[in-house]
């Protein structure tokens, strides 16, 4: 073996708690990259194979009521390939054993037969038989939570009428892979169902026999989206078209797609921000290290070794440290992404979804981890291979002793000897001491970052379900209903407060930009149902002008004062020009507000509502599930507190362990940042540890010295840690924020202690072992002379 490969090894047994420090905060960078970029791999490529396996549509459209041979015009439509009508009904279901109430959505299939788009995958049993009009498949994540097989029966409300079903199939289909109701964010499969019915016997039970209400399509290569769009709109405009749009707007598609966003988000970001940090600490690391072994460099380039085969061996030495590290990170982000995997397997039904770490996010990783080595430590290696032996063996030139700044500002009673001993040896090494203090701010800025994750999803979800959303029901009528309806719910058992709505979509635009959302028309001082300013304050709706979304009104590029252009999409599809009153800030969703008595006047109609908000006794809820179960007008019952729960479940399984990941991550650089730190000052410091011990200094008064400048350095590095993590925070809100939802940029006073309390613990820790180990000094050896 050659003597520089054994003295290699040497090194890196030595430094083995250094070399291990650093290349966990290597595997933290990998395991970010690798989580990242292997669930973002797995998760498209099983849509994009469900998709074209099971021909998902492109385009879409509903309607009030069209004749089939409507879509015999829309298939002439230049650029339109296949055209599938389909009928469509919300619905409530009623299970034997399970008394909440149950959402749910029927669609139409050709009797007997697979749909021409939106192909069902049947898990169990089959289609429902032809002629038969009582058979039904079931969506596959209702029919598991609820043990359902072929053959079991349900009861089901369709356009007010009771009907008896029997379950012929369980399947799943690409147009629900996120199987949300339509008012909700997270999936309760336990309360919302989808249901596939032959589409004679669907027709029939909601009165639409030779007809349909929703139109799917795709489009031939080449073709035009806004042009086909814009000719579907028109052809479909006098049969109660409410505007045909893309699937890039589809609910199931459009939650998979920000789930996608948010993989590529931290692919990028997280890997960027703790890559750079291990960067900075390799160079840090090796340039002090290499200082310290000037004497050896000096001798082996005395004995004939040239800069080359020096270089090799150092960058040897940091291949070996960054190689555990990517190995490490490799493996740790392989097990994280397995089990998210098995997370998204319960909110997107792929049928399969295989994961593999992909050769693209191996290579990827270690092409960055060995330039971030390299950017790192090429600087201190080749300061070191270039300096002449005679230079190199002689001991750096004494440092000027005088009185530092800070030392002349403090009185000498309160400082003691060891306090100025601490000072000057800071001031004679600002640089050394500047980088200690910014590699140990950094780690207390990602600490932060993780405990504002953990304390902002917490005050996102407090305020949207206990400040805006304040009822415990929503419940959504079959069609808009007279307003009085609502003297009726108030008499039902267990009722305490009613408030009612209206909801019309529409297309809302501000000079280039438009955005597909619906006009909410609420009572002028809504209490079950509050918007916000942003100081938390609830808001009493004009009289005149509509209150949008802070984050839709940034997306129209619009301001208070502005007119917004509405194209109403329902009734007599009216033309309007609103004024922007004022913005609401919501973290859930987007939408645009304004009195139910302003929006019936848009409609031109009476007083009608389109549902109403219960607040609900408790202890009375049976009595009135089974009183709304009579009342063929609910098309649907919500229940807040599910999803709540359902809501919290995801934040929790996804956000919040993703932020822990984070502060496990980041805790880790701290202790790295800090032990290195100490190892290497220790190293430099040993002979002149040895010296003050001879002199008389007890092992206590020289341990206060080293731990003291250690505790400096934290301390000092801890309000500059926290406004790095302001910054950190302040951009990865940024980067996550959607119209689904926007994590407040809040910052508590636990997060500033608990970034504080992280590197001071990891302080303490580090000084335990520098304290061991200076009990291990030995003083004979250190204090030899430099022949």
Same mark, same amino acid.
């Given at each position: 073996?050659?003597?520089?490969?054994?003295?290699? #090894?040497?090194?890196?047994?030595?430094?083995?708690?250094?070399?291990?420090?650093?290349?966990?905060?290597?595997?933290?960078?990998?395991?970010?990259?690798?989580?990242?970029?292997?669930?973002?791999?797995?998760?498209?490529?099983?849509?994009?194979?469900?998709?074209?396996?099971? &021909?998902?549509?492109?385009?879409?459209?509903?309607?009030?009521?069209?004749?089939?041979?409507?879509?015999?015009?829309?298939?002439?439509?230049?650029?339109?390939?296949?055209? *599938?009508?389909?009928?469509?009904?919300?619905?409530?279901?009623?299970?034997?054993?399970?008394?909440?109430?149950?959402?749910?959505?029927?669609?139409?299939?050709?009797?007997?037969? $697979?749909?021409?788009?939106?192909?069902? &995958? #049947?898990?169990?049993?089959?289609?429902?038989?032809?002629?038969?009009?009582?058979?039904?498949?079931?969506?596959?994540?209702?029919?598991?939570?609820?043990?359902?097989?072929?053959?079991?029966?349900?009861?089901?409300?369709?356009?007010?009428?009771?009907?008896?079903?029997?379950?012929?199939?369980?399947?799943?289909?690409?147009?629900?892979?996120?199987?949300?109701?339509?008012?909700?964010?997270?999936?309760?499969?336990?309360?919302?169902?989808?249901?596939?019915?032959?589409?004679?016997?669907?027709?029939?039970?909601?009165?639409?026999?030779?007809?349909?209400?929703?139109?799917?399509?795709?489009?031939?290569?080449?073709?035009?989206?806004?042009?086909?769009?814009?000719?579907?709109?028109?052809?479909? *405009?006098?049969?109660?078209?409410?505007?045909?749009?893309?699937?890039?707007?589809?609910?199931? &598609?459009?939650?998979?797609?920000?789930?996608?966003?948010?993989?590529?988000?931290?692919?990028?970001?997280?890997?960027?921000?703790?890559?750079?940090?291990?960067?900075?600490?390799? %160079?840090?690391? @090796?340039?002090?290290? !290499?200082?310290?072994?000037?004497?050896?460099?000096?001798?082996?380039?005395?004995?004939?070794?040239?800069?080359?085969?020096?270089?090799?061996?150092?960058?040897?030495?940091?291949?070996?440290?960054?190689?555990?590290?990517?190995?490490?990170?490799?493996?740790?982000?392989?097990?994280?992404?397995?089990?998210?995997?098995?997370?998204?397997?319960?909110?997107?039904?792929?049928?399969?979804?295989?994961?593999?770490?992909?050769?693209?996010?191996?290579?990827?990783?270690?092409?960055?981890?060995?330039?971030?080595?390299?950017?790192?430590?090429?600087?201190?290696?080749?300061?070191?291979? %270039?300096?002449?032996?005679?230079?190199?063996?002689?001991?750096?030139?004494?440092?000027?002793?005088?009185?530092?700044?800070?030392?002349?500002?403090?009185?000498?009673?309160?400082?003691? $000897?060891?306090?100025?001993?601490?000072?000057?040896?800071?001031?004679? &090494?600002?640089?050394?001491?500047?980088?200690?203090?910014?590699?140990?701010?950094?780690?207390?800025?990602?600490?932060?970052?993780?405990?504002?994750?953990?304390?902002?999803?917490?005050?996102?979800?407090?305020?949207?379900?206990?400040?805006?959303?304040? @009822?415990?029901?929503?419940?959504?009528?079959?069609?808009?209903?007279?307003?009085?309806?609502?003297?009726?719910?108030?008499?039902?058992?267990?009722?305490?407060?009613?408030?009612?709505?209206?909801?019309?979509?529409?297309?809302?635009?501000?000079?280039?930009?438009?955005?597909?959302?619906?006009?909410?028309?609420?009572?002028?001082?809504?209490?079950?149902? $509050?918007?916000?300013?942003?100081?938390?304050?609830?808001?009493?709706?004009?009289?005149?002008?509509?209150?949008?979304?802070?984050?839709?009104?940034?997306?129209?590029?619009?301001?208070?004062?502005?007119?917004?252009?509405?194209?109403?999409?329902?009734?007599?599809?009216?033309?309007?020009?609103?004024?922007?009153?004022?913005?609401?800030?919501?973290?859930?969703?987007?939408?645009?507000?304004?009195?139910?008595?302003?929006?019936?006047?848009?409609?031109?109609?009476?007083?009608?509502?389109?549902?109403?908000?219960?607040?609900?006794?408790?202890?009375?809820?049976?009595?009135?599930?089974?009183?709304?179960?009579?009342?063929?007008?609910?098309?649907?019952?919500?229940?807040?507190?599910?999803?709540?729960?359902?809501?919290?479940?995801?934040?929790?399984?996804?956000?919040?362990?993703?932020?822990?990941?984070?502060?496990? !991550?980041?805790?880790?650089?701290?202790?790295?940042?800090?032990?290195?730190?100490?190892?290497?000052? +220790?190293?430099?410091?040993?002979?002149?540890?040895?010296?003050? $011990?001879?002199?008389?200094?007890?092992?206590?008064?020289?341990?206060?010295? #080293?731990?003291?400048?250690?505790?400096?350095?934290?301390?000092?590095? !801890?309000?500059?840690?926290?406004?790095?993590?302001?910054? +950190?925070?302040?951009?990865?809100?940024?980067?996550?924020?959607?119209?689904? +939802?926007?994590?407040?940029?809040?910052?508590?006073?636990?997060?500033?202690?608990?970034?504080?309390?992280?590197?001071?613990?990891? %302080?303490?820790?580090?000084?335990?072992?520098?304290?061991?180990?200076?009990?291990?000094?030995?003083?004979?050896?250190?204090?030899?002379?430099?022949?």
């Amino acid at each position: 073996m050659l003597t520089l490969d054994q003295k290699l #090894l040497r090194d890196l047994w030595r430094l083995k708690g250094q070399a291990l420090a650093i290349a966990v905060v290597i595997a933290g960078g990998v395991m970010t990259l690798i989580l990242s970029v292997t669930t973002l791999e797995a998760l498209s490529g099983a849509r994009d194979r469900f998709y074209a396996s099971h &021909h998902f549509a492109e385009v879409f459209a509903d309607v009030k009521r069209a004749p089939l041979g409507v879509a015999g015009r829309v298939q002439e439509i230049e650029g339109v390939n296949l055209v *599938a009508p389909q009928v469509q009904a919300a619905l409530r279901l009623s299970l034997s054993g399970f008394d909440d109430p149950i959402r749910g959505l029927a669609q139409s299939i050709p009797d007997g037969r $697979q749909p021409t788009l939106n192909r069902l &995958h #049947l898990v169990a049993g089959g289609l429902p038989e032809p002629g038969r009009d009582d058979q039904v498949v079931v969506s596959d994540a209702f029919a598991e939570a609820h043990g359902l097989t072929p053959g079991d029966g349900l009861e089901a409300i369709i356009d007010g009428r009771r009907v008896a079903l029997r379950i012929a199939g369980v399947a799943s289909s690409p147009e629900f892979l996120y199987q949300v109701a339509p008012t909700d964010l997270m999936p309760d499969y336990r309360r919302y169902a989808v249901l596939w019915m032959n589409q004679r016997s669907l027709a029939s039970a909601y009165g639409m026999e030779g007809a349909f209400n929703r139109l799917s399509l795709t489009l031939q290569a080449g073709a035009s989206v806004e042009a086909v769009i814009d000719a579907l709109d028109l052809a479909l *405009a006098r049969y109660g078209g409410t505007g045909a749009w893309t699937r890039e707007e589809q609910t199931s &598609h459009r939650f998979l797609e920000e789930e996608l966003n948010q993989q590529r988000i931290q692919a990028t970001v997280l890997p960027a921000i703790f890559l750079s940090v291990s960067a900075f600490l390799l %160079s840090v690391v @090796m340039g002090r290290l !290499i200082q310290t072994q000037r004497e050896q460099v000096a001798v082996l380039k005395a004995f004939g070794y040239g800069d080359g085969e020096l270089a090799r061996h150092y960058g040897l030495l940091t291949a070996a440290i960054v190689l555990l590290g990517w190995a490490l990170g490799v493996a740790l982000g392989a097990w994280a992404a397995s089990g998210l995997a098995t997370l998204y397997r319960d909110y997107f039904r792929f049928p399969d979804m295989p994961v593999r770490v992909p050769a693209s996010a191996l290579a990827l990783s270690l092409a960055i981890v060995a330039a971030s080595a390299l950017i790192g430590t090429w600087r201190a290696v080749w300061r070191a291979v %270039s300096r002449p032996p005679a230079e190199a063996m002689r001991p750096p030139a004494p440092q000027r002793f005088r009185r530092s700044a800070l030392e002349r500002a403090l009185p000498a009673a309160l400082l003691g $000897q060891e306090g100025r001993i601490i000072l000057r040896n800071l001031g004679r &090494h600002p640089a050394k001491a500047g980088f200690s203090i910014a590699g140990i701010a950094l780690s207390a800025g990602l600490l932060m970052v993780g405990a504002y994750q953990l304390d902002a999803v917490e005050t996102m979800i407090d305020q949207q379900y206990r400040q805006v959303l304040r @009822m415990d029901m929503e419940l959504t009528f079959v069609d808009a209903i007279p307003a009085r309806a609502a003297g009726e719910l108030r008499h039902l058992p267990g009722v305490l407060a009613v408030e009612t709505w209206r909801r019309v979509p529409v297309t809302l635009s501000h000079g280039h930009r438009e955005a597909r959302t619906s006009l909410l028309g609420m009572e002028a001082e809504p209490r079950l149902r $509050q918007v916000l300013d942003s100081d938390g304050r609830a808001q009493r709706l004009p009289e005149e002008g509509v209150l949008l979304t802070r984050y839709l009104a940034d997306q129209l590029g619009a301001k208070v004062g502005d007119e917004l252009h509405v194209a109403v999409m329902e009734g007599q599809r009216r033309q309007l020009t609103l004024p922007l009153a004022a913005l609401v800030d919501e973290p859930l969703g987007v939408g645009a507000y304004l009195t139910r008595t302003q929006l019936n006047r848009v409609m031109v109609e009476g007083s009608a509502i389109s549902g109403a908000w219960l607040l609900v006794d408790p202890a009375r809820r049976e009595a009135l599930n089974a009183a709304l179960w009579e009342m063929p007008a609910v098309a649907a019952i919500g229940r807040l507190d599910e999803a709540e729960r359902g809501i919290r479940d995801y934040l929790d399984e996804t956000l919040l362990i993703a932020a822990l990941i984070f502060v496990a !991550i980041a805790t880790s650089i701290g202790f790295g940042v800090v032990y290195n730190n100490a190892r290497i000052a +220790f190293a430099e410091r040993a002979r002149e540890l040895a010296t003050l $011990q001879v002199l008389g200094y007890t092992r206590a008064e020289v341990a206060r010295i #080293l731990l003291g400048e250690i505790a400096l350095l934290t301390l000092a590095a !801890i309000p500059p840690g926290w406004a790095i993590g302001l910054l +950190f925070s302040r951009l990865l809100n940024q980067a996550f924020s959607s119209d689904l +939802f926007r994590i407040p940029l809040v910052f508590t006073p636990q997060a500033f202690a608990f970034a504080a309390s992280g590197v001071l613990a990891a %302080s303490l820790l580090v000084s335990v072992m520098v304290v061991i180990r200076l009990g291990r000094l030995d003083k004979i050896r250190v204090l030899k002379a430099v022949e």
